[in-house]
């Protein structure tokens, strides 16, 4: 089955379907467009059309990109794994990219508009805007310890591919890049708890890659998947020094917990996502038994929750207010 290639122009709209090396038995999986407005340089979501309900500011919060309807939906969590719609944050073209600092901070990448917009826990009103001058964002993470921020840009300051990664090691200064022939469309990415970092990519040939760049390098390692694949590349995830990858084979949509070694991943575990058709990036939440998956399904308009690390079956769906779910993150609270 030939991958699914949007125009040049907007080849941020991820190649999300299987490729020609993959069995007959893959089915067709839908792209995750960047919508195709004008590439407006630095653009700022407008608040005034967000809300979000009273008291919000004291809860734990999801917060899930949404790029069908160019927002970001929020939701509480009420106990359990069960959460609640709680508002919506409008103004983004395409909403792509989620995650958190540890000071409970929003960051959303809208590649579009091509900015990494901050939001403090709880408001509705954008902290930080940062221009990208290096292509369009699509995936970001944050390093625990040092509180790096980095960014996977599918495309290249001219707009095409390859794409590359970049990293502010100061929300006010400039990003280092990094490039790797590989890594043709950088999509998710994860530090783990020793600052290392992770991306998930097509190569040129459109077959799904992974890569680390270790803390302190300045280049990426190609890593071997042992025990496991990558055919369809979904959320990258860190559970302390353990990388969690989502892979969307449907029919086995599933997450491989890996244990990086050199150049090699094993594949620890294989956590079988039932009731996900594609999942984009996914969140952890909770502790000890109580932890769940929370993994965004953009072909079914819906968030399954999962018992972590167990999966199968989900235990719950959200459905409330999203249309075409990328990014889930949850923020715990404001800093104290």
């Given amino acids: 089955m030939s991958a699914v290639r949007l125009q040049p122009a907007f080849a941020a709209a991820v190649c999300l379907a299987a490729c020609s090396s993959l069995p007959a038995t893959v089915g067709t999986v839908t792209p995750v467009a960047v919508r195709a407005t004008s590439l407006t340089r630095y653009g700022a979501p407008v608040p005034h059309k967000s809300w979000l309900k009273a008291g919000t500011s004291k809860n734990t919060l999801l917060y899930v990109s949404d790029n069908g309807s160019s927002s970001v939906t929020v939701y509480a969590a009420t106990g359990g794994d069960t959460f609640s719609l709680v508002g919506e944050l409008f103004g983004f073209q395409s909403p792509l990219g989620a995650c958190t600092d540890t000071r409970g901070n929003v960051f959303v990448t809208d590649a579009s ?32 310890k040092s509180g790096r921020l980095a960014v996977t840009n599918l495309s290249n300051p001219s707009g095409g591919e390859p794409g590359n990664v970049i990293i ?46 270790p803390n302190g390098n300045s280049t990426f390692v190609a890593l071997t998947i042992s025990g496991g694949s990558l055919n369809v590349p979904g959320g990258v995830e860190a559970d302390g020094l353990q990388i969690l990858l989502g892979d969307s084979y449907d029919p086995k949509t599933l997450i491989e917990q890996l244990s990086v070694s050199g150049s090699t991943a094993t594949v620890t575990k294989k956590i079988a996502l039932n009731n996900t058709h594609t999942i984009g990036v996914f969140t952890l939440y909770g502790s000890g038994s109580s932890s769940v998956v929370i993994a965004p399904d953009y072909d ?37």
């Avoid at 018992?307 to 719950?316: A, E, H």
Wanted: aromatic content about 14%.
């Fill in 113 to 144: 508009a091509r900015t990494i917009v901050e939001y403090a826990h709880g408001s509705i009103t954008p902290k930080t805007v940062i221009a990208d001058d290096f292509g369009q964002p699509y995936g970001c993470t944050i390093d625990r």
């Fill in 168 to 213: 502010y090691s100061s929300l006010s200064g400039e990003p280092t890049e990094y490039a790797d022939s590989r890594l043709y469309e950088p999509l998710f990415c994860a530090f783990d708890a020793k600052g290392n970092l992770y991306v998930d990519a097509y190569d040129n040939g459109f077959h799904g890659v992974l890569s680390e760049l």
């Fill in 300 to 336: 079914y308009s819906n968030l399954q929750v999962y018992q972590y690390p167990g999966g199968g079956s989900s235990l719950g769906s959200i459905t409330a207010g999203i249309d075409f779910p990328v990014a889930a993150v949850v923020s715990a609270g404001k800093a104290k």
